[in-house]
């Protein structure tokens, strides 16, 4: 993709470039779940998209001819005018195939996602141009995506070669891509969520904090994080202008973790929304999920994007070599008898024999407590529990 090249540049050349449009069929709402999700997405992130083989370019039905490549995102937008039916169709951003699967008669495609298309640049009047010309263009080349003419229209193809400008600023263009995607028809009750930040909190309530990097377990992001340990979730929330007032819903399981939030902040054109993670101690190596989205009974498709992750819950090392070696050593002194104790110190001090007599018992109850205490010491390490109630 091209970032830095202004709309009145010329066309790009892309030849190698492939088209993916995609639309909002009223019985197929996940498709709805899935495009506000592209539309929510940071760079880096992935998406997984399948279409089956008629609505892809015959010569393109091949994972040879689709590994690799790179991609440009189109929304088909639902249009009538005077009882016809029509696509305008809306640069989203671009992608790169990561992985192409075939499967009988259908195609998956394994994304990630790379620049928004860069609407920030642009004023109305010439965005408004620029689109117009965008239309043209693909109508030209033939096989565009058509509400009416379907048995003629492809939703993946690899023509024509066409302006495909996008913005490196991350924030600049995921904002200014919402201010023009929200108004169109089908998306202005949605919701658009992000993820901002997920980071360790290194002291509470300090706001010190180490980010989490994400890897990929298909197209869902994974998260290590450290049992025990706080962490800070930030997500941006843009509404459409007839979207639900309700907040996002943090799904993690309340087993391994508590969470305070949402905690939310107006800042215009968006809302951030914090919350605040406790996963709890233990020392067992556990996998969960997390989800992040803004329900909608009347929409089971979802109107809000949708975030999900995996998470990796590690245990702490180091807490659990001290509370074994403190474990340990309580057990040998609680072990400790009379006899033995009595051997040690004549060994030790062979000229204190009467002293050695006479204390025994003592050192004894000695080593005892203390060996109690170790491995009370050790318990509330590990658990955060003493061993017996007070």
Known sequence: MNTNKQPNQGTQQAKNTLYLFTSLPQNRPIYKRDLLT????PEGGRVQFGYRRKWVKPELFSESSLGERNALLL??????EKGNFYYLYHPIRGAKIVKPAIQHDFLTLLLELDSFFNF?????????????KLQAQIKAAGFAPDPIQTDSSYFVTDSPPMETDSLSNVDKAWTATLEHFKGLEGLKDSTFVRLKEFSQLTSFPEAASVPVCPTYYSDKRAFTVKRGSIYRLVTEVVRAPNASA????????????????PLVRQEAPSETVEYVVHFRKS??????TLSLSVSSTDSPGGRSSEIEGILT???PKGPLITAVVTWVFGLVFLTLGQDLIKGILLSALPTYHVWTENHVLLIASI???VGAVLIAVSAFIAFRKLPVKI
């Not at 020392?283 to 969960?288: A, G, H, Q, S, V």
């Open 283 to 288: 020392f067992e190596k556990e996998i969960t």
């Open 38 to 41: 592209v539309l929510s997405e």
């Open 367 to 369: 080593a005892k407590s």
């Open 313 to 315: 819950l590690d245990p």
């Open 120 to 132: 920030s640049l642009m004023q109305a009047d010439v965005l408004g141009q620029y689109l117009s």
């Open 246 to 261: 309700y907040q996002p819903e943090l799904g993690i399981d309340p087993a391994v973790a508590s969470i305070a939030g």
């Open 75 to 80: 929304f088909c937008e639902k249009r009538e």
